[in-house]
């Protein structure tokens, strides 16, 4: 689908006089600048019918008629980032909106999260021989790092990747007992689904941390489902990603728990090195 928006948005500086001329009384308004005809349009920029038409071309539709269909497309998708919402200014504001968020996504998680599923899927890394962990984009990537982090100190073998293809070619070329913890913030993510359905076909068990009833839940053996109401603000950064943080928090301490002293052994291991290379106590984290 062509963004028109983000066509004008960017583009416009390019534009002769006219164009920009044009593109400014359709950026004002979108909604009214729908309801103009191409008469109605040319007159109000001060220009001709056929600079309307060229114009509309020059932006990869057939006619005036494609470019208002693909407006209206444009429009529809996004619609609060048109008119976004007036929110907090000051930091002290911004603060308190982040804090809140952050901390009514979390106890949010708690109250939703199938304590079952956590312990099948802890199950799962305890009896595993690889793990490995998916995720692309922003958060879902974040994860499948922290996956890594949170499961290598507790002995266990584990790798992570953001990238697709690496992601199937290693689902493809995975030993047997290996399993599978991925991340999709939206669950529609489709090269994902394609991969995990990949895993699914030579038996890797999959656990998957995103939302309910989406496209990459359907490839799951084991949900860890996360679902959210997101941001009115569309300036504050997402609070999903602490719902997934706190999802792989819980899973890790299961897992360590279920995995007992070979955990403890591994991170007292780790803990030695740290005290006697970096921090000179063990009061600080397992990490950095």
């Known amino acids: 689908m062509l963004d028109i928006v983000g066509l004008l948005q960017t583009e416009k500086n390019e534009f002769t006089r006219s164009e920009r001329a044009l593109t400014e009384i359709v950026l004002a308004d979108v909604e009214a600048a729908l309801k103009l005809s191409i008469v109605d349009l040319a007159a ?8 309307v038409t060229r114009f509309c071309r020059r932006l990869g539709c057939d006619s005036y008629a494609d470019f ?16 976004p919402a007036a ?33 099948r899927a802890a199950e799962s890394l305890v009896k595993s021989s690889f793990v490995l962990a998916f995720g692309s984009g922003g ?16 002995g266990l073998k584990v790798a992570s ?6 992601q199937m070619m290693r689902a493809a070329a995975a030993p047997a007992g290996t399993v599978i913890v991925a991340f999709s913030l939206s669950g529609n ?34 949900l860890l489902p996360v679902n959210w109401h997101e941001n009115s603000d569309i300036l504050r950064p997402t609070p999903g990603r602490y719902a997934f943080l706190a999802t792989v928090d819980v899973l ?37």
């Open 189 to 222: 993510n489709a090269q994902l689904a394609k991969t995990l359905a990949v895993a699914g076909e030579y038996g890797l068990t999959r656990i998957v941390v995103t939302r309910s009833a989406s496209l990459v839940s359907a490839q799951s053996d084991i």
């Open 139 to 154: 958060a879902s990537s974040m994860m499948a790092g922290e996956v890594e982090a949170r499961l290598f100190r507790l």
């Open 252 to 288: 890790a301490q299961t897992v360590a728990t279920r995995l007992g002293p070979p955990a403890v052994a591994a991170m007292r291991r780790i803990k030695h090195q740290l005290v006697v290379n970096r921090d000179g106590d063990d009061g600080q984290p397992l990490g950095d």
């Open 87 to 119: 929110g907090p200014s000051s930091v002290h504001e911004i603060a308190q909106g982040v804090v809140n968020g952050i901390q009514s996504i979390i106890y949010e998680t708690f109250d939703h999260l199938d304590f079952a599923a956590v312990e």
């Open 44 to 51: 109000q920029a001060d220009v001709s019918p056929p600079t």
């Open 161 to 166: 990747t953001d990238d697709h293809q690496l």
């Open 68 to 83: 208002k269909v693909r407006l209206a497309q444009s429009r529809f998708v996004g619609q609060r980032y048109f008119a």
